[in-house]
């Protein structure tokens, strides 16, 4: 029978590989930086039909707290985390070259998506086709998603045939990183769900602008591939962006989502890329306030509420 000693070590590996450590670090760190943190916040599957957690929810608390009735339109960023340990497996992520194409005078690859924009008067539209006054301004904002020259679209959880794990033999698996993918998503399509009715009822004469980033934080071995030939090319990295389309039963259409994965090391500095971010997004808002407050002005509250009672 195992000494008390060594069940408390098991105890410790075995939680050592759960992520929690992962995740108490990142919520620390967020904290430190002026960030609203809700561990393990509640969202509702859709698909599983089912209660989920995501692992952290977090609002940029030094500019969800100018949300007052003396400044025009509130403002507040969102962070949707989800943290994974992997320790025998490599997530290895297949990128393509970055090749621009114009939708409406705005390029698809390199921004933030569409999807991360919490538009209210498009929600309630039934005009979706048409680009929004909040989404062309968020669009054309160079946020951190234009540096990057390639964009993921297809994942593998791997590991050589030389590693051994005390868990599994298979050599390849990919439903943790989709589980973690779709997650963020779909917490993120639940957050606006059921904040928008509260948003229509508020007292404020403008819809807030609410904006989301959403990263996946990796405490394991990250890298990039690409595809030359018969020939893969694999490259170490501490960060990569994926996309990833998702039609949300709520709104039902079909939008596409940015999604940093960062390794646990670079959430630091990826941290310092989202503040930078919403320093920009503020500059523009305030400089085309006149635009948005025509477009996010609830001009007949009642006519949104009976739109919303009717869908």
């Not at 989404?135 to 020259?149: G, K, N, Q």
């Not at 030359?228 to 962006?241: A, M, P, Q």
């Amino acid at each position: 029978m195992d000494s008390q000693k060594d069940f408390d070590q098991k105890l410790k590996d075995t939680i050592e590989k759960t992520g929690f450590q992962v995740e108490l670090e990142i919520a620390s760190k967020l904290e430190n930086l002026e960030w609203l943190v809700i561990d393990n916040a509640y969202f509702y599957d859709d698909d599983k039909k089912k209660q989920r957690e995501i692992d952290i929810h977090a609002f940029h608390n030094p500019t969800c707290s100018e949300m007052s009735y003396l400044k025009p339109i509130p403002f507040c960023p969102n962070l949707v985390c989800e943290c994974k340990t992997s320790s025998d497996y490599a997530w290895v992520f297949f990128n393509r070259t970055s090749r621009p194409r114009l939708l409406e005078g705005l390029s698809i690859h390199g921004i933030i998506s569409e999807g991360q924009i919490y538009d209210i008067p498009r929600l309630l539209s039934k005009d979706l086709g048409k680009t929004s006054p909040l989404e062309a301004i968020v669009r054309s904002t160079p946020l951190h998603y234009s540096s990057f020259d390639r964009i993921a679209s297809t994942y593998v959880e791997a590991k050589p045939k030389s590693v051994k794990s005390d868990r599994s033999d298979k050599l390849t698996k990919s439903n943790r990183i989709a589980d973690a993918i779709y997650k963020t998503i779909k917490a993120w399509i639940y957050y606006e769900q059921t904040s928008l009715d509260s948003a229509i009822k508020a007292v404020h004469r403008y819809f807030p602008i609410e904006v989301a980033f959403l990263v996946i934080v990796l405490d394991g071995r990250l890298y990039e591939a690409s595809v030359n030939g018969e020939e893969i090319e694999l490259r170490r990295t501490d960060h990569l962006l994926l996309k990833k389309s998702y039609r949300s039963l709520y709104s039902n259409r079909e939008a596409d989502y940015s999604i940093d994965i960062v390794t646990r090391g670079f959430f630091n500095n990826y941290l310092e890329l989202v503040n930078k971010d919403i320093r920009l997004l503020k500059m523009r808002f305030r400089k085309r306030i006149n635009e948005l407050q025509r477009y996010l002005k609830k001009s007949d509250v009642k006519w949104y509420q009976r739109l919303r009672k009717s869908q």
